[in-house]
């Protein structure tokens, strides 16, 4: 119901492209009535089942863990499973749905994110443990932890990449979701390359090709800040011989209990 | 170029959650050619969206001596007495399984538990940490000990991040947006699989020595559930269709946290941290239900209790049919460092900050503990005499190992997807590399396969041309009320009577999108049909089961019947529907004995 109590009928403006039909994307308009609690994905499933099975979109988990569904909602890219569609309404009642941009298009709000796939690999995203592995655990102060829970709660659903402006203008650029990943391991105190990856980021196509806009913090859902873990790689990247001698001498005691501050 | 339409490796994997890409990563380890198939980009499989933890018995936390069992806890000093064990672990998911889990599964799981989790931790897992830096762990229902190690609420996601790195690094193939739709079983021998490449739209064949289905759960048959979209038992199905028998189906599991109206799940790891549960007079109803756990009972008892209250009246929320989850206790800090993605849950899907104020929850479609049934080595077998299907492997939700019997006790499906995700990748690689062969293979299963599609695709006939989301959505209606937390015979036979009806409807469903290109209508058309396939199977075997135990319960049969139903039940595919047969519980009558089960 609108504030008036009469259903209120909402304009879903949605970019439309099928690459294999169509000469160049389209906006579509559907009417979606409001529902108490509808979030832009539901608005989408709505209109897939009752107007048009052919709109296609990627979603899953519809609780934003899984980053399936980043879209470009009025500018803005987000995760729609968790937005509510109301508070994205402009004063006509209307929304605008694009597909995460700086990204070909597969179909409709599908993109192809085969290069954000690429840079996630080229900073090879696994831990190299060090060669001597305890039985049990290796010992982590609950700090060492906290300091890697921020990288570590990233979902790649590629909304910071597709809003950085450089990537727009570059796709050599690693980007913030795999530098984001390299400042995980790099920082891990059980990784034992950190030289190695800081060196692979130093290039130029790396972290000092950021810009620092920030557009990556305003993107991500989860609330993360890829810009101030690429400012922490750059001044590491500066010290790199002292922060490989300072990882070497904490992983001789990785078995030993820590004493937490 | 070689013929695009047929594929192949030595080992192919359906499923990139933590069950297929633990296998996957083990047989690319021990040198074989592995190919895995995933619906969905692999991180963006379900395991990561598991938030409470994983259960192992490293005893590294224990209540603080002389503050009783629910104490606050505190890191185990070097020097005292061991806190948990891999028997204690056995024997508390030998009771949450209500006498139904294998005994001989379940012990390898505790044992290879502890392992399991220092390999994560050896692979870049971040878990949170005691003070002196070994993992930590928390409480969790039906466990006696606080044995679930995490990693904040986010532990699913840590998992699968860090398992999907080492199966990359070990070059693993991942054809990401794969749909399987069919697997080729002739003779007993698997051969391979048909699936659609997404993207293109082609139907391909892909052969292999080895299949493995880790598909997950198939919790979207129920209006209320805590699954992803993409949880639609499809491997159940594809499984099903080709001959293989499934094996406990009647055992779904109802999660008592679910964000109310939209069941997202709100992590057990709430109530391991001391979170209560009202009902709407404010009282904390599981006292008059289990005494001595209060809301860290089992799953199946927590959420019959729960709907129990709504039932009489003591719900809460505009239609009554809530119950409020208080965490406010807990304070700010602990939820914050705890349970951050329970707090963004919860503001965003019922607009409540949980450090102020009472979530409303209600209980939600949540784990299949039934599936397809294989071994301890993830063999799948054909029969209640365990003839194996040679070449077909299968692990976490989508198989039933049954170490998770009628109740599966919470962080042990994380716990299960990697052990028997980790051995079935041995097993295949040991099956590949002791000289098994590609079969040939004579069916004509791409072409089945390609008529399947068109029917769908096809202009629909006068009169026909129905959605295949209409029939979904009354699917999902006569489960949750007919085949749901509560069940009788008359409810259960409305919904066998309602899914016959929409089987038959579905044959004149048409979808609108007549595109290749990423077809998510098709998709949505064949997800729909194999939720109309396996529910069939859920309520017969429901309705064979005439006792009450775990997560089934009959209101007409209120009482756990040992005598006669100390089984697994089978079903295999037929013309006229699911027929059953059944297939003994392994239990070790010295040592884990039935008992009545009470908390």
């Known amino acids: 119901m609108s504030d008036n109590g009469s259903p209120l009928t909402i304009t879903v403006r949605i970019q439309r492209f099928n690459p294999d039909v169509d000469r160049k994307p389209y906006l579509q308009d559907f009417k979606v009535t409001w529902q108490q609690g509808m979030t832009i994905l539901d608005a989408l499933h709505t209109i897939k089942a009752e107007q048009d099975g052919s709109l296609t979109f990627r979603r899953s988990c519809r609780h934003a863990i899984c980053g399936s569904c980043a879209m470009n909602i009025n500018g803005r890219n987000m995760l729609v499973c968790e937005q509510p569609i109301k508070a994205h309404l402009n004063r006509k009642n209307e929304i605008t749905i694009r597909p995460l941009p700086y990204l070909p298009i597969i179909k409709d709000l599908v993109v192809d994110r085969t290069t954000f796939w690429a840079q996630y690999m080229r900073v090879k995203p696994w831990l190299i443990p060090p060669e001597n592995v305890p039985e049990k655990e290796f010992r982590m102060s609950p700090e060492e932890v906290a300091a890697l829970q921020d990288a570590e709660h990233c979902i790649m659903c590629g909304a910071c990449y597709s809003a950085c402006t450089v990537v727009g203008t570059t796709k050599e650029y690693i980007g913030p979701h795999a530098l984001l990943k390299a400042f995980l391991r790099v920082m891990d105190v059980r990784d034992s390359a950190p030289g190695e990856r800081l060196a692979e980021i130093a290039g130029s196509d790396g972290v000092y090709r950021c810009h620092t806009i920030f557009n990556c913090i305003d993107a991500c859902p989860k609330h993360l800040n890829p810009t101030k873990a690429i400012e922490t790689l750059r001044k590491l990247a500066q010290k790199r011989l002292a922060f490989e001698a300072a990882r070497a001498e904490r992983q001789k005691h990785l078995d030993k209990p820590v004493t937490s501050g | ?482 085949a749901g937390i509560f069940r009788d015979d008359a409810r259960l036979r409305q919904a066998l009577s309602d899914i016959r009806r929409l089987q038959e409807r579905f044959q004149g469903v048409r979808i609108m999108d007549h595109s290749r290109r990423f077809n998510t209508d098709l998709l949505g058309a064949l997800e729909t049909e194999h939720l109309l396939t396996f529910s069939e199977v859920v309520v017969v075997s429901a309705l064979a089961r005439t006792e009450s135990r775990g997560a089934h319960y009959r209101t007409d049969y209120a009482k756990r019947d040992d005598e006669h139903w100390l089984k697994h039940t089978m079903a295999h595919k037929s013309p006229d529907g699911p027929v059953l047969s059944f297939k003994d519980v392994n239990i070790n009558w010295e040592k884990y004995p039935p008992q009545e089960r009470k908390y």
């Open chain 2, 1 to 482: 170029m070689s013929n695009p339409s047929v594929i192949t490796h030595d080992v192919i994997v359906v499923g990139a959650g933590l069950a297929g890409t633990w296998a996957a990563m083990i047989a690319g380890e021990q040198g074989v050619d592995v190919g895995v198939i995933s619906k969905v980009h692999p991180l963006r499989s379900h395991s990561g969206a598991a938030q409470g933890g994983i259960a192992a018995a490293l005893g590294n936390v224990r209540p603080v001596p002389n503050t009783g069992p629910d104490g606050p806890l505190e890191q185990v000093p070097p020097d005292a007495e061991p806190y948990d064990s891999w028997e204690l672990h056995m024997f508390d998911t030998i009771k949450g399984s209500d006498w139904l889990g294998d005994q001989d599964a379940i012990e390898i799981m505790v044992k290879d538990a502890i392992e399991i989790v220092y390999e994560y931790e050896h692979m870049g897992c971040v878990f949170s940490r005691t003070p002196d830096g070994r993992v930590a762990q928390r409480r969790f229902g039906g466990h006696s000990t606080p044995r679930a190690c995490y990693s904040a609420d986010w532990t699913g996601h840590v998992l699968l991040h860090t398992i999907h790195e080492q199966a990359l690094k070990h070059g693993v193939r991942f054809y990401s947006e794969w749909y399987a739709l069919d697997v080729i079983v002739e003779d007993n021998v698997c051969k391979g699989i048909v699936a659609l490449d997404i993207l293109t739209g082609q139907v391909v064949l892909m052969r292999a020595k080895a299949v493995m289905f880790a598909t997950g759960g198939y919790g979207r048959a129920w209006k209320i559930t805590s699954n992803a979209l993409a949880n639609t038992g499809d491997g159940v199905a594809i499984a099903y269709n080709a001959g293989v028998p499934l094996m406990d189906m009647e055992f779904v599991q109802f999660h008592p946290t679910g964000v109310y109206g939209h069941g997202i799940l709100l992590s057990e790891a709430c109530r391991g941290e001391g979170g209560y549960l009202l009902n709407s007079k404010g009282e904390r109803f599981m006292e008059r239900y289990a005494p001595g756990k209060m809301e860290l009972a089992p799953r199946d008892l927590v959420s019959r209790s729960e709907q129990t209250e709504i039932d009489e009246g003591r719900g809460v929320g505009p239609d009554k049919q809530g119950i409020w989850l208080d965490l406010r206790h807990l304070g700010r800090e602990k939820i914050l460092e705890r349970l951050p993605q329970v707090r963004e849950i919860a503001l965003n899907f019922s607009g409540v900050d949980v450090i102020d104020e009472l979530a409303p929850i209600q209980p939600t479609a949540h784990y299949s503990m039934g599936g397809i049934p294989a071994t301890v080595d993830g063999q799948v077998i054909a029969d209640a005499q365990s003839t194996p299907v040679v070449g077909l492997y299968a692990a976490g939700e989508c198989a039933c190992i049954s170490v998770h019997g009628a109740n599966r006790l919470g962080t042990n499906s994380l716990l299960d997807a990697s052990v028997f995700g980790r051995r079935a990748g041995y097993a295949m690689a040991a099956f590949v590399k002791g000289g098994a062969r590609l079969q040939p293979v004579e069916s004509d299963v791409v072409a089945r396969n390609e008529a399947r599609l068109a029917r769908l695709m096809s202009d629909a006939p006068a009169g026909q041309g129905e959605s295949w989301s209409r029939i979904a959505a009354e699917l999902k209606s006569t489960m949750t009320d007919n």
